[in-house]
């Protein structure tokens, strides 16, 4: 799938890093991300990232690894992507 927005600097955060999720694992959570797939949000949120990509807003997408949540959320900017666990928001 075509990439819809540019992800900035990617950082991860304790939490994440905690994981030790393999590369490849976080390589396909970023392209979800970026390709418009934003995992486990419901349909108000979806919404809301689709005007957000529009508008230049803030996007936020949630998957879940290995049972444990993983919140991906893009700046409204574009400079920057944090990987993060919800508690560390």
Do not use: C
């Not at 900035?8 to 994981?19: E, M, R, W």
């Not at 999720?21 to 959570?29: I, K």
């Not at 807003?57 to 919140?71: E, P």
């Amino acid at each position: 799938m075509k990439t819809r927005f540019s992800l900035g600097q990617v950082v991860a955060t304790q939490g994440v890093i905690a994981l030790d999720l393999p590369l490849d694992t976080t390589l396909a959570l970023l392209r979800r991300h970026q390709t418009g797939d934003w995992g486990e949000i419901g349909d108000e949120d979806r919404r809301e990232n689709e005007l957000s990509l529009r508008q230049g807003f803030r996007l936020m997408s949630v998957y879940s690894v290995n049972d444990t949540k993983v919140w991906i959320i893009t700046e409204a900017d574009r400079s920057a992507t944090t990987i993060l666990l919800p508690s560390e928001y």
